[in-house]
């Protein structure tokens, strides 16, 4: 009898185990590949949201705080001082749009513009921490967009 209980119990609680959660990969994958990034962008100063902030910039220019936070799935609680630092470091400046005062805008600048050259080999040079095959890390990639699209803003 007390091994039926053990039983009931063990399978009562199956998806509280590590391995069962799907989150925890995702969560370790993504320490373990950001963290490959510090070697590149500490030396200049850059943490890993301040670099893919500026990943945006570069091919947007000039956007709205709540426009670059949709792009990167961050709050604008988290890109505030962010954004604060990265104007301190004359990479972006803010303003407050000239239509709606409570509108912020975001805009790089020559100096934030001009990382871009010191970067641009980051992406090569991360991808061969990753050991999957480029058809594999499609895959993956598509399927990540698939389950972010998923989610409620």
């Known amino acids: 009898m007390a091994e039926t209980t053990n ?50 910039l570069w091919q947007e220019k000039k956007l709205r705080v709540g426009d670059l936070g949709h792009k990167l799935f ?3 609680g988290t890109l505030t001082p962010l954004l604060k630092k990265m104007e301190e470091a004359g990479l972006v400046c803010r303003t407050r749009s000239a239509h709606d005062e409570r509108v912020v805008e975001v805009e790089i600048t020559r100096k934030g513009m001009a990382l871009r050259e010191q970067l641009k080999d980051i992406p ?30």
């Open 74 to 76: 961050l709050d604008t």
């Open 7 to 56: 039983q009931t119990v063990s399978s009562e609680y199956d998806d509280l185990k590590l391995e069962n959660q799907l989150c925890f990969p995702l969560y370790a994958a993504s320490r373990e590949v950001v963290k490959q990034y510090t070697p590149y962008l500490k030396p200049l100063g850059l943490t890993y949201t301040q670099y893919i902030t500026l990943m945006v």
């Open 124 to 153: 090569k040079q991360v991808g061969t921490c990753v050991k999957l095959s480029k058809e594999d890390a499609r895959i993956l990639y598509r399927e990540l967009y698939k389950m972010l699209e998923g989610f409620d803003d």
